[in-house]
């Protein structure tokens, strides 16, 4: 059983997000996203340099993950449902990433998960990866609104798809936002497993119920420690 780290406990804060908080959460995304941007432009030129002249293949890497459920009852001033597949669980959108891995990685293998000592991971994105600077261009996801600065990381739909046989609660997970960093990020390394999938998941559903803009920046402060120690890389 998983048991939420002690210095998270003493955070109070209602279990629904207001209209206001949702507000504020966005302008704080935007103004981060674009002052992050603006920032590391200078080292997204270097890194896409890098990563070019160290293996074959583009420099960005889309992938399809499964975002925000924004499906709502019927009701006055309420949105329809949106019109696609039940078992999507989510909207669909593309995240962006620097390249860390060769080439088509998975045309043999189809969708995997990491695993420690991976050898489809380039030089490069071994640095990349243990800084987590080949997850910076989804500050481009949200500024466009796909994503949020934090909130449950996205997951493939295929691997939702996986989850949610073995984990039925794994859906809620998209109650909110996708992040670039959550919760679960700082205070675990990445899924290998059903097993740590459902751990990582009772951090999420944590954040969903208590998530607020003080735990927020305290994820976010954890988080360039984590990118400066380079934990839990794969």
Known sequence: MLIIPAEWLGVRNPSKETRAQGIRKRLIDVAGASIGLLILLPAFAFIAIAIKLDSRGSVFYAQERTGLNRRRRRGPGVRMPERRKDDQYGRPFYLYKFRSMVADAERATGPVWASAGDSRVTRVGK????????????????????????????????????????????????????????????????????????????????????????????????????????????
């Open 127 to 234: 640095f990349l990866r243990r800084t987590r600077l080949d997850e910076t261009p989804q500050l481009w996801n949200v500024l466009v609104g796909d994503m949020s600065l934090v909130g449950p990381r996205p997951e493939r739909p295929s691997f939702v798809r996986l989850l949610t046989t073995s984990i039925p609660d794994y859906p809620r997970r998209c109650a909110a936002l996708p992040g670039i960093t959550g919760l679960a990020q700082v205070k675990s390394r990445y899924d290998t497993s059903v097993e740590s999938a459902n751990r990582k998941l009772q951090y999420d559903l944590y954040y969903l119920k208590n998530g607020h803009l003080m735990l927020d920046l305290k994820i976010m402060a954890d988080t360039v420690k984590v990118m400066v120690r380079g934990d839990g890389a794969q």
